[in-house]
């Protein structure tokens, strides 16, 4: 009988495993693969949380939470990311929403859904596809914005600074510039609306 329950056990946190994804530092195994204390990773997951490691780089199958997170290269998810104190050294793909604090993203972002940047800085370009974009708190957004999605789009610009041209697919649409926020390059296809 006991053996039964064991084996329930076991199949219960496989299982429960299968579907979410809970990793805090050390990734050993990749980090001897590529020999550079930093490796590369693809987890499938559904649901994975990350915190406090390094990966030279990432794909995640499903949503991500990371948390002081590292990656030398490319960063790709395949659904919604929230990111906390993550630095990504080269390109990053979110295929969903993407919800950035205290990031640091040294090259280009594509973005399918809405971004949230607070507090964080983009070194390359910004392409989003969703209809929202927030950049705040002494965010710094050093390449353009390009909005792909041809409905009514809003970009706000809360305390924050953006040195790249914005352009819009919807002519209709607006940039909101509210507190002190900066944008320094050419407002292509969209409205300027000062707060």
């Given at each position: 009988?006991?053996?039964?329950?064991?084996?329930l056990?076991i199949?219960?946190?496989?299982?429960?495993?299968?579907?979410?994804?809970?990793?805090?530092?050390?990734?050993?195994?990749?980090?001897?693969?590529?020999?550079?204390?930093?490796?590369?990773?693809?987890?499938?997951?559904t649901?994975?949380?990350?915190?406090?490691?390094?990966?030279?780089?990432?794909?995640?199958?499903?949503?991500?939470?990371?948390?002081?997170?590292?990656?030398?290269?490319?960063?790709?998810?395949?659904?919604?990311?929230?990111?906390?104190?993550v630095?990504?050294?080269?390109?990053?793909?979110?295929?969903?929403?993407?919800?950035?604090?205290?990031?640091?993203?040294?090259?280009?972002?594509?973005?399918?859904?809405?971004?949230?940047?607070?507090?964080?800085?983009?070194?390359?370009?910004?392409?989003?596809?969703?209809?929202?974009l927030?950049?705040?708190?002494?965010?710094?957004?050093?390449?353009?914005?390009?909005?792909?999605?041809?409905?009514?789009?809003?970009?706000?610009?809360?305390?924050?600074?953006?040195?790249?041209?914005?352009?819009?697919?919807?002519?209709?649409?607006?940039?909101?510039?509210?507190?002190?926020?900066?944008f320094t390059g050419?407002?292509?296809?969209?409205?300027?609306?000062?707060?």
């Open positions: 009988m006991n053996h039964i329950r064991n084996v056990i199949l219960s946190a496989s299982l429960t495993l299968y579907g979410c994804t809970t990793i805090i530092g050390g990734h050993e195994s990749t980090a001897e693969a590529s020999g550079d204390n930093m490796g590369p990773a693809t987890i499938s997951d649901n994975t949380t990350l915190q406090n490691d390094k990966f030279s780089a990432l794909t995640i199958n499903g949503m991500l939470s990371a948390t002081n997170i590292t990656i030398g290269n490319d960063l790709l998810v395949e659904s919604n990311a929230t990111l906390i104190k630095i990504v050294k080269d390109d990053t793909i979110i295929k969903g929403q993407l919800n950035a604090t205290n990031c640091s993203f040294k090259d280009d972002v594509k973005i399918s859904g809405n971004g949230l940047f607070i507090n964080s800085y983009l070194g390359g370009n910004l392409e989003f596809g969703g209809t929202k927030d950049v705040s708190k002494s965010s710094k957004i050093i390449g353009g914005i390009i909005s792909s999605n041809h409905n009514l789009v809003t970009i706000t610009l809360d305390h924050a600074q953006i040195r790249g041209d914005i352009g819009f697919a919807n002519s209709n649409s607006t940039l909101v510039i509210k507190n002190g926020g900066k050419k407002l292509i296809n969209g409205n300027l609306e000062k707060q």
